[in-house]
């Protein structure tokens, strides 16, 4: 049976502050199948250009991470008036074996339509990222910004820790 969604999509739904905004304008909710024609490639070539995915990779790239359950959560904010993805970012649950076999939450790909910027769309993702993670047990939620975005993740309750290094192939 192919899964339209992950599994951890009840996950989401059930917690604090999933669903829709409280004007109804946005539905807070797991990505789905269907979301690639809804705009989700596009909303993320606003984050990092990159050429379009066909769907059969998408599709492919889409149960893979369907299989990771509740490790990987991409989650979605979708415009209820046009149905198009206004706003997306994902959490990755790493397995460590320091802290008694820890958890660490990463948050990645957080992004926000231009044209729906400044309706705190991105704040509410990255706070139902984050609730994800506490509650599958993680002992910190770390991620990676721009100087330019220190702000905003700073008004998310984050802080800002060591350095961050890339090595790009």
């Known amino acids: 049976m192919e899964h339209t969604h992950a599994p951890a999509a009840a996950e989401v739904a059930a917690g ?8 109804g304008a946005y539905r807070f909710r797991q990505l789905e199948l269907t979301d690639l024609s809804k705009g989700f490639c596009d909303l993320l070539a606003q984050l990092s250009p990159s050429p379009p995915l066909t769907e059969d990779a998408f599709r492919a790239r889409f149960a893979e991470l369907a299989a990771l359950g509740s490790d990987h959560l991409v989650l979605v904010a979708e415009d209820t008036a046009t149905g198009r993805i206004a706003a997306a970012g994902a959490v990755l649950v790493e397995r460590k074996f320091i802290r008694r076999c820890g958890l660490v939450g990463h948050v990645e790909d957080v992004v926000v339509d231009a044209a729906a910027r400044g309706r705190g769309l991105g704040e509410r993702v990255v706070r ?8 599958r047990g993680c002992y910190k939620v770390i991620l990676n910004c721009t100087q330019e975005l220190k702000g905003f993740y700073a008004k998310c309750g984050f802080v800002e820790k ?7 192939f």
């Open 128 to 135: 139902l990222l984050v609730e994800h993670a506490k509650g």
């Open 162 to 168: 060591n350095v961050q290094m890339g090595l790009y």
């Open 16 to 23: 604090a502050g999933a669903g829709a905004d409280s004007d």
